[in-house]
């Protein structure tokens, strides 16, 4: 399944919020720095929806806040 993904990088607090329109909010402690956030957001979706992180894979919007991420 496929998700639209907001990142919020650098923030107070670690969460995942899902919107009314399906779309996810991540928030992460990690800066956007040498894929420090993608790894991050990697691992609040696998503990979220209870799956691998091998899974888990940012399928569009590597280098950008909005994301497309695929959950196997």
Do not use: C, W
Not at 38 to 65: I, P
């Amino acid at each position: 399944m496929k998700y639209s993904v907001l990142v919020k990088p650098g923030g107070s607090r670690n969460s995942v919020e899902k919107l009314d329109d399906g779309s996810l909010v991540v928030r992460t402690h990690a800066k956007a720095h040498d894929g420090e956030a993608n790894k991050a957001v990697v691992e609040l979706l696998s503990d979220y929806f209870g799956v691998s992180k091998s899974t888990v894979k940012v399928v569009r919007g590597e280098k950008s806040r909005q994301k497309i991420v695929e959950i196997e």
